[in-house]
């Protein structure tokens, strides 16, 4: 992977932290932002597997199983949170 | 054309059994972070309020503490794959260093917690954060302790563009140590 490649991402991630940040310090609560939050979450955690961890270019298996867990843990949180946030 | 064909292979960076570790660790936080769900779906008004002690600014950098330190060892893994030494040392200095900032930011948060006279059982709010980030802070230094021993190697020109799994191996324990931190942050700190 190149310098740019590499770098492309780290800037996404940052954004998107900030991004995050700057959403809880308005003092926002509820379902919508709650979805917002987590799906930002969701959005990094793929772009640590896929250019971080370099599972794009891995066997399809594992990208799938690491892709899997977030997917899973993010769609869980959200359904509990959904419940009753 | 057969380097070419080599390139195109799919291969799992460092070695097979750190994958079967990481999973097995994702796993565990995985169930933690589903607990701490239900058990605040049942306390909802004890974790919102006890949420808003937590310092978010600590939070903030150290995800991007965590962000860059990773970032550091993907350029390190480059360095190494196109036979730089030297740059690849250089490299896993600077994400340890920048892992460090983590661990000194962490214990001054716990040390803050603490003097607020805050701990474990003080509520079941605080009893997973600091479970939770207590379990995590571990991992972070001995992801810390694999980076620096692989440093060390790399230093003495242990590793080439032939023979580079402990780089890799090192490098998917520490980003693991970093998506771990990417749910964690939000779900402790931000959501509510």
């Given at each position: 992977?190149?310098?740019?490649?590499?770098?492309?991402?780290?800037?996404?991630?940052?954004?998107?932290?900030?991004?995050?940040?700057?959403?809880?310090?308005?003092?926002?609560?509820?379902?919508v932002?709650?979805?917002?939050l987590?799906?930002?979450?969701?959005?990094?955690?793929?772009?640590?597997?896929?250019?971080?961890m370099?599972?794009?270019?891995?066997?399809?298996?594992?990208?799938?199983?690491?892709?899997?867990?977030?997917?899973?843990?993010?769609?869980?949180?959200?359904?509990?949170?959904?419940?009753?946030? | 054309?057969?380097?070419?064909?080599?390139?195109?292979?799919?291969?799992?960076?460092?070695?097979?059994?750190?994958?079967f570790?990481i999973?097995?660790?994702?796993?565990?936080?995985?169930?933690?972070?589903?607990?701490?769900?239900?058990?605040?779906?049942?306390?909802?008004?004890?974790?919102?309020?006890?949420?808003?002690?937590?310092?978010?600014?600590?939070?903030?950098?150290?995800t991007?503490?965590?962000?860059?330190?990773?970032?550091?060892?993907v350029?390190?893994?480059?360095?190494?794959?196109?036979?730089?030494?030297?740059?690849?040392t250089?490299?896993?200095?600077?994400?340890?260093?920048?892992?460090?900032?983590?661990?000194?930011?962490k214990t001054?948060?716990?040390?803050?917690?603490?003097?607020?006279?805050i701990h474990?059982?003080?509520?079941?709010?605080?009893?997973?954060?600091?479970?939770?980030?207590f379990?995590?802070?571990?991992h972070?230094?001995l992801?810390?302790?694999?980076?620096?021993?692989?440093?060390?190697?790399?230093?003495?020109?242990?590793y080439?563009?032939?023979?580079?799994?402990g780089?890799?191996?090192?490098a998917?324990?520490?980003h693991?140590?970093d998506?771990?931190?990417?749910?964690?942050?939000?779900l402790?700190?931000?959501v509510?």
């Amino acid at each position: 992977m190149s310098i740019v490649m590499a770098t492309r991402p780290w800037i996404f991630l940052i954004v998107l932290t900030l991004f995050s940040y700057g959403l809880s310090m308005q003092g926002y609560s509820g379902q919508v932002f709650v979805l917002i939050l987590l799906a930002t979450a969701l959005m990094k955690g793929q772009m640590i597997i896929d250019h971080f961890m370099m599972l794009k270019s891995a066997p399809l298996m594992w990208r799938i199983i690491i892709t899997m867990w977030l997917v899973t843990v993010i769609i869980v949180i959200t359904a509990m949170y959904s419940a009753k946030g | 054309m057969h380097t070419a064909a080599i390139r195109q292979q799919k291969i799992l960076p460092g070695d097979l059994a750190i994958w079967f570790f990481i999973c097995a660790e994702l796993l565990v936080f995985g169930v933690l972070f589903i607990t701490y769900a239900i058990v605040r779906s049942h306390n909802l008004e004890l974790f919102n309020e006890s949420q808003l002690i937590l310092n978010k600014h600590i939070g903030l950098l150290n995800t991007l503490v965590l962000i860059t330190s990773s970032y550091f060892v993907v350029l390190a893994v480059n360095a190494i794959r196109a036979n730089n030494s030297r740059a690849c040392t250089f490299w896993l200095i600077t994400s340890i260093a920048t892992g460090l900032i983590f661990v000194f930011a962490k214990t001054w948060e716990f040390n803050e917690i603490s003097a607020r006279g805050i701990h474990l059982s003080t509520n079941i709010f605080y009893t997973f954060y600091l479970s939770l980030t207590f379990f995590h802070y571990m991992h972070v230094i001995l992801g810390l302790i694999i980076l620096f021993a692989v440093m060390l190697k790399a230093r003495r020109g242990g590793y080439s563009e032939q023979e580079h799994a402990g780089v890799e191996t090192g490098a998917s324990y520490w980003h693991m140590v970093d998506l771990i931190w990417i749910v964690l942050f939000p779900l402790v700190y931000l959501v509510r």
